[in-house]
């Protein structure tokens, strides 16, 4: 089994900042990818950004030049840098691993709300 945690979501003014993070533990030997999606009141789920085992990158268009996906040393740690918020960017955020042979799984979810 795979587990993901979520931190460092809550309540920031539009233009601030805040990092995401969401660390992995289990089995998690063979990580293909980790992501960020979000899910706002009334919408799908929709990709933020991406990061593949060999360090490629990939953004949704709304958050380019403002989010950046890294992972620490160890590769079971990914983060989102999240800069220039806007009140759009309100949703519930969600970590995601693909892990060979096992699947995906996700985290719970981390609550990031944007506004004045």
């Known amino acids: 089994q795979v587990q993901l945690v979520e931190s460092g979501g809550g309540l920031v003014q539009p233009g601030g900042s805040l990092r995401l993070s969401c660390a992995a533990s289990?089995?998690?030997?063979?990580?293909?990818?980790l992501a960020w999606y979000r899910q706002a009141p009334g919408n799908q789920r929709e990709l933020v950004a991406v990061i593949s085992g060999d360090g490629r990158t990939d953004y949704a268009d709304s958050v380019k030049d403002r989010f950046t996906i890294a992972t620490n040393n160890a590769k079971n740690t990914v983060y989102l840098q999240m800069n220039n918020l806007k009140p759009e960017d309100t949703a519930v955020y969600y970590c995601?691993?693909?892990?060979?042979?096992?699947?995906?799984?996700w985290g719970q979810g981390t609550q990031v709300t944007v506004s004045s």
């Open positions: 995601n691993a693909l892990i060979h042979m096992l699947g995906t799984y």
């Open positions: 289990g089995s998690i030997f063979g990580i293909l990818a």
